[in-house]
Each structure stands twice: as C-alpha cells, then as structure tokens.
C-alpha cells in the first residue's frame, strides 16, 4: 500500500470593500490596508506564521529522517505573487523543500489564478495553465505531469483534456456516488481516456485530518499518529494507494497549533512505517506505478466541496451566478485592450474565492462557508465584487474613447 500525500496552496487577492462611489475613481481593488480582514499581505503573513513557515519546518525535517518520505504540492500563481510581494522568505523556504533530493517533492500543474475558467472559457483556462507552468519553471525549475483543477473540480472534458495535452494524471474527489461499490485506493481512468489516470482522493482519511482533527466532539479524537496509520494499514484489503488531498493550511491555520496538528504530522511517515507494506509515492509516482483497474465516468462537474460535491459551493445562487457571468462577459474586451494592469486585475476577479464568498448556504456547510469570509454578508461579498467588475468595464469604456481619439488625431501621445 501507498501514501500519496498531496498539499495545496493558495491565499487569494481578496476584494476590498469596494463602494459605489469608488467607482470611477478608484481602480485599486484588492489593496485595503485599514481592515485586517481585507489586507492580503497581512494575511498572507498571519497564515505564513502560523501555518507555512512550521509545516515547511516539520517537513523538511522529514525529508532529512526518512528517505523514503514524499509528497507534492500544488500552488496557484497568485499565491506565489503574494509571497514574492509580502513574505520572500517564504517563497525561499518552499524552494527549499522542493529542491530536496530527487523526486522527493512533486509540483502539480493549476489554474494560474485559481478560477473556474475551464467552465466558462476554454481558451482563458488554457491561458492560465500555461502561466501556470510558466511561473512553477521559473521559480522551482520544474514541469508540472499532473494536474489538479481549482477546487479540485472535474469532469471528463477536462480530463480528456488533460490528455491531450501532456499530462500524464489528474486528481479528483473519490466521491461514493460516483464510484458506487468501487475503492478510491486504486487509481482509475476518466471516460474515453488512452493513457491519462485519475488519482482520487480517500475524502474519508483526509478530511479525518483536514477537517475533523481538532473536534473534541469527534469520537475518534483524539487523533493520534499511531491511530491513523492503523487506518490506512487497514486499507490494504481494498485497495494499491491511500491518497490524501488536503488544504496545506490545515497544519496551523484550520487546525491550531494547540491541536497537536504538528506533533500528528511529524510522527506519522514513522508509524506509516511501521508496517513494511506501506510506502510513499508522488502522484508522478502513484500512476506510474499502478495500472488503471477501471474507468470512472463524470459528465457533470465533481469538486471537493460542501455535502454537494459540485460547483454549487461557488454558483449556487442567483447572485453567484451573475458575479461569475458578469466577470467572463467582459474577456474579450479585456484582452483586446492588451492593457497588462488591466488584464491581470481581471484575471485576479476570476479567483473562486470571490463567489464562495457569495454562498448562502445553511447549516453545516454554512458553517464552514462563514468561517473563511471575510466580509459580514454574502451580500456585502457581491456588492463590493460588482461594483469592482463595473469600474473595470468604465476602465474598457474610457480606454475605447481615449483610442479612438487618438486615432482620429483629436489628441496625441508622446
């Protein structure tokens, strides 16, 4: 039996709270260095402390003690202009880690600016893989082979897609609906796919970590080292590769500190160990190393959110959807204008974050939604967006009339 350990990384360029009569005036959206809850570089920095510099601490200490340990990361690309721009050290500590041995740390392959884009514009989504890829070169020197969509969304274009271009994996949800009788320890492939496999997450294992830890009501905590690796030994009736997707914040930041999150982390490559069976493999490795028992067939969209498991986390209300439909309504204005600061500021309103935001759900999920927004209200979430989204298209307007005076000669550049 496997592990495949997987962390993802992301913090987003949060909205300020941008007010009507911003519009025309102010075209800063994501800079608000009066309301803690809003200043990206002081987030950044709060979640660094708490959760990046420590896990990346515990990590490489890992990596030193046992040489069979690995794991992968994947990053968005705005995460990684946040530290370059606030935390340098940061960024510094995760090439670090990535460059330690030789296959030890995998980078997979994301959304530039972790959007949904494959779901409204091809050619954008094809635009920011490739910025993607761009940015993960020139920073780790390395070539993402698997890819993990934004929230980990998925379906069988996207993964026949993912074929066609070069990937030789992709990850998703090991949803129960969609794999029936069928174990997410082994690894399969998407619908009318030839050679790209599906790695799918055990949501059960994972979110044990990820979002049961820390629950003193929980009535396997406390979670030790020792417990959870009996678990994952005892998956070896029923399946080749244990694989743990999980937000890296989880170290730190969604589980405290106080929790014993990392006491649990640095003890567990040891007790996993412990049973000679067990072994660690990169998604690269996992589906290299295992052939395809199945195919797995998702026509609609599966994600890693909420009881739903769709795209409802993100476009499951009226004022969701007309956020999301407002801001792809505006692409090919946008890169027309080959305005630079223009486009990246309309790539950075795609960020998922901005319609969680909006989500009205209730009850558990709701819960959870509550606890990573910012703003007061949903709606609060929507009315600072729109109003972002129209200064932008006054911005279109007025570049438009300024061009066309030009070229009419009614004024002139230097």
Not at 215 to 228: G, I, V
Not at 337 to 350: M, N
Request: proline share 3%; aromatic share 14%; net charge neutral.
């Amino acid at each position: 039996m496997s592990v495949c350990l997987y962390f993802h990384v992301h913090q987003p360029y949060r909205v300020k709270k941008y007010r009507v009569f911003n519009i025309g005036n102010d075209h800063s959206y994501f800079n608000d260095s009066s309301d803690s809850l809003l200043n990206n570089g002081k987030i950044l920095k709060k979640v660094a402390e708490k959760s990046y510099l420590s896990a990346n601490a515990v990590l490489l200490e890992l990596l030193k003690n046992y040489p069979e340990f690995k794991f992968a990361f994947s990053f968005s690309g705005v995460v990684l202009d946040q530290m370059e721009e606030f935390a340098p050290e940061v960024l510094q500590s995760f090439k670090k880690l990535s460059a330690f041995g030789k296959n030890r740390v995998e980078i997979l392959g994301d959304t530039y600016h972790h959007s949904l884009a494959f779901f409204y514009s091809l050619r954008e989504f094809e635009r920011q893989i490739e910025l993607h890829r761009r940015k993960i070169f020139r920073i780790f020197g390395k070539n993402p082979k698997v890819l993990r969509n934004t929230e980990l969304s998925y379906n069988n274009d996207l993964a026949l897609w993912a074929e066609r271009h070069g990937f030789l994996g992709i990850l998703a949800e090991g949803w129960d609906p969609v794999l029936g009788w069928r174990s997410p320890n082994f690894v399969y492939m998407p619908k009318g796919g030839r050679r790209i496999k599906v790695l799918l997450k055990n949501y059960r294992l994972s979110d044990d970590i990820a979002f049961r830890f820390g629950e003193r009501s929980w009535k396997e905590w406390p979670l030790t080292a020792e417990k959870f690796s009996s678990w994952v030994s005892a998956s070896h009736l029923n399946g080749e590769t244990v694989n743990l997707f999980m937000d890296y914040e989880t170290f730190g930041e969604h589980q405290w500190a106080d929790t014993g999150i990392f006491d649990f982390l640095r003890a567990l490559p040891e007790e996993l160990m412990k049973d000679r069976y067990n072994k660690f493999l990169t998604p690269s490795e996992t589906i290299k190393n295992y052939r395809a028992v199945g195919e797995i067939d998702v026509p609609g969209v599966l994600t890693w959110a909420d009881t739903e498991r769709d795209l409802s986390a993100w476009t499951g209300n009226d004022i969701q959807k007309e956020a999301i439909q407002k801001i792809y309504s505006l692409e090919n204005r946008v890169l027309q204008s080959k305005d630079p600061v223009l486009i990246e500021d309309w790539r950075r309103l795609q960020t998922s974050d901005h319609f969680y935001y909006m989500c009205t759900k209730w009850f558990a999920d709701g819960d959870v939604h509550k606890y990573f927004n910012p703003y007061e209200t949903p709606f609060d979430a929507f009315i600072s967006f729109m109003n972002a989204a129209e200064d932008l298209e006054l911005r279109l307007d007025n570049l438009k009339s300024k061009r066309s005076l030009v070229s009419s000669g009614l004024i002139k550049t230097r």
